[in-house]
């Protein structure tokens, strides 16, 4: 539904009629825009991840992510451009003859040359991108917006000729004119361009900027809005969610946030924040149990290790080790948890080998391993764990050995057995 507001805030897409009158307890206009639950992940591990440091995909590791990638959900599928060399040309006639539910696209520089060869491939829709900021016009392809514009036009009318979807991107948006951007934009969806792009291509962005941006982009064109941001200054996800709650309707992600540099958005780390945001939305989307297998191909694929404090399929993502925290998170998970580690095929680990333990998480453990003990023994016990993890940590296996000796003991019926197990000084 596209259409003029009173105060000229052109909108568009969001499916809304906006009312003419101002009320001041209507939701404001930037709630009413918003897509946070409501937009489309363009995946790129297969582009922008190729151009991780320790990235190199043979066609076989390409397919397997693709397949992999279309069966958790996303929408898009990213490819290199073609032009890029005959491989990659080849790799991409062959993933859009896979016949996946996804739409595959490819990314392209400004050009025609590359721009017929991408048509050739089979793609649904072709990503065009091109450098409008002072320092890249200067510095790396030295054209003016005249020239930008021209070719632009030219690029895009052809590949709309093709009956294919089209986004026109700049690159490094944030540090290019304002002007100079917004005219190019309202140009190029004149011609009917599927989707303009944003790109953070430094990651110096901030969220408030990112909104500020596809606010301002919101009302100047009627197409979809696309994201792309660089996690460099550690923003990715939260300018993902503040472009969308402006009303971006598409964002770029890679597996594990692979790409250049650090690379940009994650698709776990987004899939976290969306959740968030709106879960049923995002279970009713995508296949959540998945995640940790699409990583664990990509990290494999890249030679690299998931980190310890990965969104979702961290080690330590469910891991609650403070007493005060497991005692709260056994009674109800929701107090120290926002995801729910079983919607993601994770499950929940109470750490108890520490000096920080307490005797309801021991107690629990108690239970898990069908011994029986009364809750003044769990207390007991627990101070032993105590004095034991003061000395070095103890492994679960420490932990559950010496519960099941301290229940032996227990069942005995021999009180000098449990003074034992309680006493026997710490040998490590
Ligand atoms: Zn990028």
């Given at each position: 539904?596209n259409?003029?507001?009173?105060?000229?805030?052109?909108?568009?897409?969001?499916g809304?009629?906006?009312?003419?009158?101002?009320?001041?307890?209507?939701?404001?206009?930037?709630?009413?825009?918003?897509?946070?639950?409501?937009?489309?992940?363009i995946e790129?591990?297969?582009?922008?991840?190729?151009?991780?440091a320790?990235?190199?995909?043979?066609?076989?590791?390409?397919i397997?992510?693709a397949?992999?990638?279309?069966?958790?959900?996303?929408?898009?599928?990213?490819?290199?451009?073609?032009?890029?060399?005959?491989?990659?040309?080849?790799?991409?006639?062959?993933i859009?003859?896979?016949?996946?539910?996804?739409?595959?696209?490819t990314?392209?520089?400004?050009h025609m040359?590359?721009?017929?060869?991408?048509?050739?491939?089979g793609?649904?829709?072709?990503?065009?991108?091109?450098?409008?900021?002072?320092?890249?016009?200067?510095?790396?392809?030295?054209?003016?917006?005249?020239?930008?514009?021209?070719?632009?036009?030219?690029?895009?009318?052809?590949?709309?000729?093709?009956?294919?979807?089209?986004?026109?991107?700049?690159?490094?948006?944030?540090r290019?004119?304002?002007?100079?951007l917004?005219?190019?934009?309202?140009?190029?969806?004149?011609?009917?361009?599927?989707?303009?792009?944003?790109a953070d291509?430094?990651?110096?962005a901030?969220?408030r900027?990112?909104?500020?941006?596809?606010?301002?982009?919101?009302?100047?064109?009627?197409?979809?809005?696309?994201?792309?941001f660089?996690?460099?200054?550690?923003?990715a996800?939260?300018?993902?969610f503040?472009?969308?709650e402006?009303?971006?309707?598409?964002?770029?992600?890679?597996?594990?946030?692979?790409?250049?540099?650090?690379?940009?958005?994650?698709?776990?780390?987004?899939?976290?924040?969306?959740?968030?945001?709106?879960?049923?939305?995002?279970?009713?989307?995508?296949?959540?149990?998945?995640?940790?297998d699409?990583?664990?191909?990509?990290?494999?694929a890249?030679?690299?290790?998931?980190?310890f404090?990965?969104y979702?399929?961290?080690?330590?993502?469910?891991?609650?080790?403070?007493?005060?925290?497991?005692k709260?998170?056994?009674?109800?998970p929701?107090?120290?948890?926002?995801?729910?580690?079983?919607d993601?095929?994770?499950?929940?680990?109470?750490?108890i080998?520490?000096?920080?333990?307490?005797?309801?998480?021991?107690?629990?453990?108690?239970?898990?391993?069908?011994?029986?003990l009364?809750?003044?023994?769990?207390?007991?016990?627990?101070?032993?764990?105590?004095?034991?993890?003061?000395?070095?940590?103890?492994?679960?296996?420490?932990?559950?050995?010496?519960?099941?000796?301290?229940?032996?003991?227990v069942?005995?019926?021999?009180?000098?057995?449990v003074e034992?197990?309680?006493?026997?000084?710490?040998?490590?």
């Amino acid at each position: 539904m596209n259409g003029t507001t009173s105060n000229g805030v052109k909108i568009a897409n969001s499916g809304v009629q906006v009312q003419t009158q101002i009320n001041p307890y209507t939701p404001r206009y930037a709630d009413l825009l918003s897509r946070v639950n409501n937009f489309s992940i363009i995946e790129s591990t297969l582009r922008e991840g190729e151009q991780f440091a320790n990235a190199f995909f043979d066609t076989a590791t390409k397919i397997e992510i693709a397949k992999a990638l279309d069966d958790f959900g996303v929408e898009y599928i990213e490819l290199t451009s073609p032009a890029a060399s005959e491989q990659s040309r080849q790799d991409c006639i062959a993933i859009c003859q896979l016949g996946l539910k996804a739409k595959i696209l490819t990314h392209i520089r400004c050009h025609m040359d590359d721009a017929k060869i991408a048509v050739e491939t089979g793609v649904d829709g072709v990503d065009v991108v091109i450098g409008t900021s002072s320092y890249l016009r200067e510095f790396s392809h030295g054209k003016d917006m005249a020239y930008i514009s021209a070719k632009a036009t030219e690029v895009i009318n052809f590949v709309k000729s093709k009956g294919i979807e089209v986004r026109f991107s700049s690159e490094d948006s944030f540090r290019s004119d304002l002007v100079d951007l917004l005219s190019l934009y309202r140009q190029v969806d004149t011609l009917g361009v599927n989707r303009v792009g944003i790109a953070d291509t430094v990651g110096c962005a901030n969220p408030r900027q990112v909104y500020e941006l596809v606010r301002t982009l919101r009302g100047v064109v009627s197409c979809d809005i696309e994201c792309h941001f660089h996690n460099d200054t550690g923003c990715a996800i939260a300018n993902s969610f503040a472009a969308l709650e402006a009303g971006a309707t598409h964002i770029d992600t890679s597996v594990l946030g692979i790409g250049e540099r650090n690379g940009i958005t994650p698709l776990g780390g987004l899939v976290a924040r969306m959740y968030t945001a709106d879960k049923d939305y995002i279970k009713s989307k995508y296949k959540l149990d998945k995640i940790r297998d699409v990583e664990n191909l990509v990290a494999n694929a890249v030679g690299i290790e998931v980190p310890f404090n990965n969104y979702i399929t961290g080690y330590c993502a469910f891991t609650h080790k403070a007493g005060i925290h497991a005692k709260a998170i056994l009674n109800n998970p929701s107090t120290y948890e926002i995801l729910k580690p079983e919607d993601f095929g994770m499950t929940r680990y109470v750490s108890i080998g520490h000096r920080l333990t307490g005797w309801n998480a021991v107690k629990n453990r108690v239970e898990q391993l069908d011994l029986t003990l009364t809750d003044d023994q769990i207390k007991q016990i627990t101070s032993k764990i105590k004095k034991l993890a003061d000395i070095r940590p103890q492994s679960m296996e420490d932990v559950d050995t010496l519960l099941r000796d301290f229940h032996h003991a227990v069942i005995s019926g021999d009180p000098s057995h449990v003074e034992n197990v309680l006493s026997t000084p710490a040998v490590n």
